[in-house]
């Protein structure tokens, strides 16, 4: 029987704070954190868990943070041998904890998109442009975009993160690091979204988070998860509609057929919409590291 991890609980670690997927624990100069098996649907925590969700996003990370090391440095320390303090959770950890240097992030999502969906397709119907960003006349949903093109938004702490433009960042951070941070995240969408196409995904956007350690740049957060990214199975893409997707998808129809009113509490999960989910997850791995989740 999988363990499936709700909620961390570690007495003697200092708890930092908890996300809608992570529990962050404060060591010092370095934080534990640790992917639960918790989903959160139209940006509702549900009281149902995925299990082995938090180790597909966790082992995914490390897959992307070490392929593409030589693009930036990432925060990782120690993903595999919990020692000292952390010992006695050992167990717990497996498989879905990093212990990572501490930075300080910064106040924006890096967001890249190579194809027009989601928010980006709602902006372009009303615009013609995605934040600010131009683009063809005539672009049907999910159409991929003649470039990959950055589209920075806010971190929101609740609720959510609101597109801004390159210009906005640019004064938020400064335009020296917010071409920076666009030109390192244009880098890696391309190198991943190549690996992924051999592989039969389509990476259709995703979102990077970064912070600084002193003067050096650091690559942080999660790293082109299923829930930080659209990926789409290519051998299904069908421009001019939504894509089916390796996420929470099933999660979503689900609760849209029920007629949920999308405010808390969430409804539970039957197990047919667990399994369905756990199943995507798992094979976005699957497909994307050539190996099974252990």
Same mark, same amino acid.
């Given at each position: 029987?999988?363990?499936?991890?709700?909620?961390?609980?570690?007495?003697?670690?200092?708890?930092?704070?908890?996300?809608?997927?992570?529990?962050?624990?404060?060591?010092?100069?370095?934080?534990?954190?640790?992917?639960?098996?918790?989903?959160?649907?139209?940006?509702?925590?549900?009281?149902?868990?995925?299990?082995?969700?938090?180790?597909?996003?966790?082992?995914?990370?490390?897959?992307?943070?070490?392929?593409?090391?030589?693009?930036?440095?990432?925060?990782?320390?120690?993903?595999?041998?919990?020692?000292?303090?952390?010992?006695?959770?050992?167990?717990?950890?497996?498989?879905?904890?990093?212990?990572?240097?501490?930075?300080? +992030?910064?106040?924006?999502?890096?967001? $890249? &998109?190579? /194809?027009?969906?989601?928010? !980006? %397709?709602?902006?372009?119907?009303?615009?013609?442009?995605?934040?600010?960003?131009?683009?063809?006349?005539?672009?049907?949903?999910?159409?991929?975009?003649?470039?990959?093109?950055?589209?920075?938004?806010?971190?929101?702490?609740?609720?959510?993160?609101?597109?801004?433009?390159?210009?906005?960042?640019?004064?938020?951070?400064?335009?020296?690091?917010?071409?920076?941070?666009?030109?390192?995240?244009?880098?890696?969408?391309?190198?991943?979204?190549?690996?992924?196409?051999?592989?039969?995904?389509?990476?259709?956007?995703?979102?990077?988070?970064?912070?600084?350690?002193?003067?050096?740049?650091?690559?942080?957060?999660?790293?082109?998860?299923?829930?930080?990214?659209?990926?789409?199975?290519?051998?299904?893409?069908?421009?001019?509609?939504?894509? +089916?997707?390796?996420?929470?998808?099933? $999660? &979503?129809? /689900?609760?849209?057929?029920? !007629? %949920?009113?999308?405010?808390?509490?969430?409804?539970?999960?039957?197990?047919?919409?667990?399994?369905?989910?756990?199943?995507?997850?798992?094979?976005?791995?699957?497909?994307?590291?050539?190996?099974?989740?252990?």
């Amino acid at each position: 029987m999988r363990a499936v991890i709700l909620q961390t609980e570690f007495p003697g670690l200092k708890l930092l704070g908890r996300g809608k997927v992570r529990d962050i624990y404060d060591l010092g100069d370095r934080l534990l954190i640790v992917a639960t098996d918790r989903l959160s649907a139209f940006d509702v925590v549900l009281p149902t868990p995925i299990p082995d969700k938090g180790k597909v996003l966790t082992q995914l990370s490390l897959f992307w943070f070490e392929k593409l090391a030589d693009v930036v440095p990432h925060h990782v320390i120690e993903a595999v041998n919990f020692t000292g303090e952390l010992a006695p959770y050992a167990n717990a950890l497996a498989g879905r904890a990093m212990l990572v240097r501490r930075t300080e +992030p910064f106040p924006i999502e890096c967001v $890249v &998109r190579g /194809y027009i969906s989601g928010s !980006g %397709w709602k902006d372009y119907q009303r615009t013609g442009a995605i934040c600010g960003i131009p683009l063809p006349a005539g672009l049907r949903e999910s159409d991929r975009l003649p470039e990959p093109i950055f589209t920075p938004s806010t971190k929101a702490t609740t609720g959510h993160d609101e597109n801004i433009s390159f210009e906005e960042a640019a004064a938020r951070i400064g335009r020296p690091m917010a071409e920076r941070l666009r030109d390192t995240s244009l880098t890696i969408y391309r190198r991943a979204a190549e690996h992924a196409a051999a592989r039969g995904i389509i990476i259709a956007d995703t979102k990077f988070e970064f912070g600084l350690r002193g003067e050096e740049l650091i690559w942080i957060d999660e790293a082109l998860t299923p829930d930080s990214s659209r990926f789409w199975p290519a051998d299904k893409y069908s421009p001019g509609q939504a894509q +089916p997707s390796f996420d929470k998808q099933f $999660v &979503r129809d /689900y609760l849209e057929k029920i !007629g %949920w009113n999308k405010q808390p509490p969430a409804p539970a999960l039957p197990p047919d919409v667990v399994s369905g989910t756990q199943e995507k997850y798992r094979e976005a791995y699957q497909r994307i590291t050539g190996h099974a989740l252990e």
